[in-house]
């Protein structure tokens, strides 16, 4: 079952219970000026004015946070070290993760552009919680040719060919043209979420998106059988869910 929530985001957070949640991703706007559908704005008076209000719906949605459940943020690099030591304080933080991407568009000039984002993994309890490590292993890659053999064991046997990811995540950013590219400035590829939800929920557990917009993580969600709620204040951004995400249902 698929949500679909209508709503600006501290009224669509009080339609979730508390402790209900096992997994919360949120991707707000970021406060750069972006041009979403409907004109919601992405821009604020000051960073100061900013924080303030994504604080505000931040403290309410870890009470919809199960006692073992997870989550993950997303935001600038100039934003995300306040969030960090805000969160730092609430939950605990397991990954600061970087997902790097590369760009054809303009590069800039007179400095090293900015070519990630960060994205903490935070838990409401230290030890006990939803880590898949098994469904998302990686291809080691050692530089070798041949295979590699660990003569530190005995007998001495080959390297292992696959890893848990570590915290620096290549994916390309979603672009024109690519099958899952529905028009929106901020559109999260699908490979991305999919290696959160697989990590840090099971199958049948609730997936909480605040800030759903192209609604990426529903269709993730969808097909790895999670049961997803997403809080959008657009409603063209909802009405394509409503029509394209498979067994959803609307609460307006
Ligand atoms: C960074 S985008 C999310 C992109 C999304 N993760 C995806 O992959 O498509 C932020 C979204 O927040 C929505 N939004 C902005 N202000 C909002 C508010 N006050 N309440 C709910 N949604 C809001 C915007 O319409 C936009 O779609």
């Given amino acids: 079952m698929n949500k679909i929530i209508n709503k600006d985001i501290f009224l669509g957070l009080n339609d979730i219970d508390n402790n209900s949640v096992d997994l919360i991703f949120i991707d707000p706007p970021y406060n750069l000026k972006k041009q979403y559908a409907d004109n919601i704005s992405d821009k604020w008076e000051s960073q100061d004015s900013y924080l303030e209000w994504l604080f505000q719906w931040l403290e309410i949605c870890l009470n919809k946070l199960k006692p073992y459940g997870s989550l993950y943020i997303m935001n600038t690099t100039q934003n995300m070290p306040y969030i960090d030591i805000y969160l730092q304080k609430k939950l605990h933080i397991k990954s600061r993760i970087v ?41 080691t890659i050692t530089g070798a040719k041949r295979k590699l053999v ?15 990811p570590g915290n620096v995540w290549y994916f390309p950013r979603v672009r024109y043209l690519m099958p899952e590219y529905i028009k929106h400035p901020s559109q999260k590829p699908q490979i991305l979420l999919e290696r959160i939800v697989k ?14 917009g192209t609604f990426s993580l529903g269709f993730v969600c969808n097909k790895l059988k999670r049961n997803y709620i ?23």
């Avoid at 054809?104 to 919680?129: D, H, W």
């Avoid at 660990?150 to 848990?164: C, M």
């Avoid at 990590?199 to 759903?212: C, K, M, Q, R």
């Fill in 230 to 252: 997403g809080i959008e204040l657009s409603s063209t951004y909802c009405k394509y869910a409503l029509e394209n995400l498979p067994n959803s249902i609307l609460d307006k």
């Fill in 150 to 164: 660990d003569h530190r064991k005995n007998p001495p046997t080959l390297y292992n060919e696959k890893k848990v």
């Fill in 199 to 212: 990590a840090s929920s099971n199958v049948n557990d609730t997936v909480l998106d605040l800030f759903a």
């Fill in 99 to 139: 997902w790097a991407y590369d760009s054809s568009g303009v590069q800039a000039k007179r400095f090293f552009g900015s070519l990630y984002e960060p994205i903490l993994f935070c838990t409401k309890n230290k030890s006990k919680y939803t880590f898949n490590s098994h469904d998302i292993l990686v291809d």
